[in-house]
């Protein structure tokens, strides 16, 4: 009997849908149109992205999901319908087995909602994984041996860490600060230091363009546009890399210290292995500027970024599912 299996990378940014053998299909953005007037989902992903901040009144673009976790049921249902649908079609004769990346944090009433809306969203059995565990399978570390490694997954609204061995967590933790934190502090900073407001989608540019971790030598430009708070009318200005150094230093520090708290639960022998063999970063925000040069000074570990480190937890999630019983261990699963 043919039924189909897909991998969800439910993310607060991007979902990433990965099929067994055919790899990454999917990579939108996780955006829902809904109508204020009678509540109908009008576009979802890139669509819907490209209506952020230009939306009338009568739209709005919402992001259902907030800092990894569920914030509105029914837009992240329409999301997991649409996205399993664009998968395999509207019409089909099975009903799919789903795997969804979750926050390592997230509660046990937070993980019963991912659960009833990808059910709710048409599939016929939904698996939860851990989205460093995914992560870990996705960046090629073999998590079944037993030694240990450290993943430090950075996403959009979470940044998960972890350190793996014989196949389960040992020590991890998550806290709620992502690349959406980053554009925020961005957004925030540009608008006390310049007088200048700018959107969202500005914020994230600036950070993708120019962002560095650390100051740069060499330091990067970028010309942008918004509204000056004084005179209400539009302006372009200059920024550069040390603006958004200097923006996100906060929210770095709070990542930092929470790898330094998992560090400090690690038993003595997996701290080792750790020191032996680096810690391996993914996720999207992995790829801002120096962020590895920044970790290994501040951790004095030796950190690195996998390839492909925005869709490491997707493949992971993927793999995992073809794999079932060989992961057993690492998967929460729910008929």
Request: charged share 25%.
């Given at each position: 009997?043919?039924?189909?299996?897909?991998g969800?990378?439910?993310g607060?940014?991007?979902?990433?849908?990965?099929?067994?053998?055919?790899?990454?299909?999917?990579?939108?953005?996780?955006?829902?149109?809904?109508?204020v007037?009678?509540?109908k989902?009008?576009a979802?992903?890139?669509?819907?992205?490209?209506?952020?901040g230009?939306?009338?009144?009568?739209?709005?673009?919402?992001?259902?999901?907030?800092?990894?976790?569920i914030?509105?049921?029914?837009?992240?249902?329409?999301?997991?319908?649409?996205f399993?649908?664009?998968t395999?079609?509207?019409?089909?004769l099975?009903?799919?087995?789903?795997?969804?990346?979750?926050?390592?944090?997230?509660s046990s009433?937070?993980?019963?909602?991912?659960?009833?809306?990808?059910?709710?969203?048409?599939?016929?059995?939904?698996?939860?994984?851990?989205?460093?565990?995914?992560?870990?399978?996705?960046a090629?570390?073999?998590?079944?041996?037993?030694?240990?490694?450290?993943?430090?997954?950075?996403?959009?609204?979470?940044?998960?860490m972890?350190?793996?061995?014989?196949?389960?967590?040992?020590?991890?933790?998550?806290?709620?600060?992502?690349?959406?934190?980053f554009d925020?502090?961005?957004?925030?900073?540009?608008r006390?230091?310049?007088?200048l407001?700018?959107?969202?989608?500005?914020?994230?540019?600036?950070?993708?363009?120019?962002?560095?971790?650390?100051?740069?030598e060499?330091?990067?430009?970028?010309?942008?546009?918004?509204?000056?708070?004084?005179?209400?009318?539009?302006?372009?200005?200059?920024?550069?890399?040390?603006?958004?150094?200097?923006?996100?230093q906060?929210?770095?520090?709070?990542?930092?210290?929470?790898?330094?708290?998992?560090?400090?639960?690690t038993p003595?022998?997996?701290?080792?292995?750790?020191m032996?063999k680096?810690?391996?970063l993914?996720?999207?925000?992995?790829?801002?500027?120096?962020?590895?040069?920044?970790i290994?000074r501040?951790?004095?570990?030796?950190?690195?970024?996998a390839?492909?480190?925005?869709?490491?937890?997707?493949?992971?999630?993927?793999?995992?599912?073809?794999?079932?019983?060989?992961?057993k261990?690492?998967?929460?699963?729910?008929?």
């Open positions: 009997m043919f039924i189909k299996r897909i969800i990378d439910l607060t940014t991007y979902t990433l849908i990965h099929l067994p053998k055919r790899g990454i299909v999917i990579n939108e953005p996780s955006v829902v149109a809904v109508s007037i009678d509540k989902i009008l979802v992903g890139n669509e819907a992205k490209d209506m952020i230009r939306t009338p009144d009568t739209i709005i673009a919402v992001r259902p999901l907030k800092d990894g976790v914030a509105d049921y029914r837009a992240t249902e329409a999301m997991i319908r649409y399993i649908n664009k395999l079609g509207g019409i089909r099975f009903r799919p087995e789903v795997m969804v990346a979750v926050p390592a944090g997230i009433t937070e993980r019963r909602a991912v659960i009833e809306a990808t059910i709710a969203a048409g599939a016929k059995a939904a698996y939860i994984i851990k989205e460093p565990v995914a992560a870990a399978i996705g090629d570390i073999p998590i079944g041996s037993a030694t240990g490694h450290m993943v430090i997954d950075i996403g959009g609204g979470t940044a998960e972890a350190v793996i061995s014989l196949g389960g967590i040992v020590a991890s933790t998550s806290v709620r600060v992502g690349g959406n934190k925020a502090a961005i957004l925030e900073y540009i006390k230091k310049y007088n407001a700018i959107g969202e989608r500005t914020a994230e540019e600036i950070k993708i363009n120019i962002g560095s971790a650390l100051y740069m060499d330091k990067l430009y970028l010309e942008i546009r918004g509204r000056d708070i004084v005179t209400g009318l539009p302006r372009s200005l200059t920024v550069s890399s040390d603006d958004v150094t200097e923006a996100i906060n929210e770095l520090e709070m990542i930092i210290a929470a790898a330094k708290k998992v560090l400090q639960k003595p022998e997996l701290s080792a292995d750790i032996d680096g810690i391996v993914t996720g999207g925000s992995a790829l801002l500027r120096n962020i590895d040069q920044l290994t501040t951790l004095g570990v030796a950190a690195y970024v390839d492909d480190a925005m869709l490491c937890v997707a493949k992971g999630t993927g793999i995992a599912l073809d794999n079932l019983d060989s992961y261990r690492s998967i929460l699963a729910t008929k």
